[in-house]
């Protein structure tokens, strides 16, 4: 399981809840500047705290998440979203991520560089996409969705085995489609169906931290 683009003072306390229900631990994306501003946020801060010390990975979205992703930012631009999140996350839980995923799941060569040269050292996309993002869009602007979180696991794991397929799953702690429902639903069946949760650092065989 990861998540993104927290952490959210609304959401992420309800999806920690839930992942200490179920004792599983996760990997969270985060930023620095998305939702909130953590530098001025006492309770984000405390958010990143308590991933950490309940052994879920801390890693990187970049600071303020473009809008565009970085593909189109100069070299300095990308190297200070990441450096300004490593910077922070230092200075909250005494460590700098080794991981790395990409806005928008985008990145190029001159970004990679860039990434690799502030000490991250594995850029981690997903293979199964929970869209909840676009379920909760879709709620906001017209009172239903088309999109389901929930259908869209489903749609991986009907035709995936838990002995010949790792999944790493895209969801989102920032709102209430993950928060309120999908994840609380899932865990269980995932379990069921065969699978074991873990940190991606487990799952890549690698430090998760500098």
């Known amino acids: 399981l990861t998540f993104d683009d927290g952490p959210s003072p609304d959401h992420t306390p309800l999806v920690l809840d839930i992942l200490k229900k179920y004792n599983v631990k996760a990997t969270f994306f985060v930023n620095g500047d998305n939702c909130v501003d953590v530098t001025t946020n006492k309770d984000a801060q405390e958010?990143?705290?308590?991933?950490?010390?309940?052994?879920?990975?801390?890693?990187?979205?970049?600071?303020?998440?473009?809008?565009?992703?970085?593909?189109?930012?100069?070299?300095?631009?990308?190297?200070?979203?990441?450096?300004?999140?490593?910077?922070?996350?230092?200075?909250?839980?005494?460590?700098?991520?080794?991981?790395?995923?990409?806005?928008l799941g985008e990145v190029n060569e001159a970004n990679a560089k860039i990434i690799e040269e502030e000490g991250i050292k594995a850029i981690i996309n997903w293979n199964l996409d929970s869209h909840d993002w676009k379920e909760a869009k879709e709620i906001k602007t017209n009172g239903v969705a088309e999109t389901n979180a929930t259908a869209n696991y489903f749609k991986v794991l009907d035709v995936s085995d838990p002995k010949e397929v790792s999944l790493i799953a895209l969801n989102h702690d920032i709102n209430d489609v993950t928060a309120k429902r999908n994840l609380e639903l899932m865990i269980p069946i995932i379990k069921e169906r065969g699978w074991n949760f873990v940190t991606m650092d487990e799952c890549l065989g690698m430090s998760a931290y500098q």
């Open 47 to 103: 958010l990143i705290k308590r991933e950490y010390a309940e052994g879920h990975v801390v890693a990187s979205h970049t600071y303020t998440h473009p809008d565009d992703g970085i593909t189109m930012l100069s070299d300095d631009e990308v190297r200070k979203e990441i450096k300004d999140l490593n910077d922070l996350l230092f200075d909250l839980i005494g460590v700098k991520p080794q991981f790395f995923r990409p806005p």
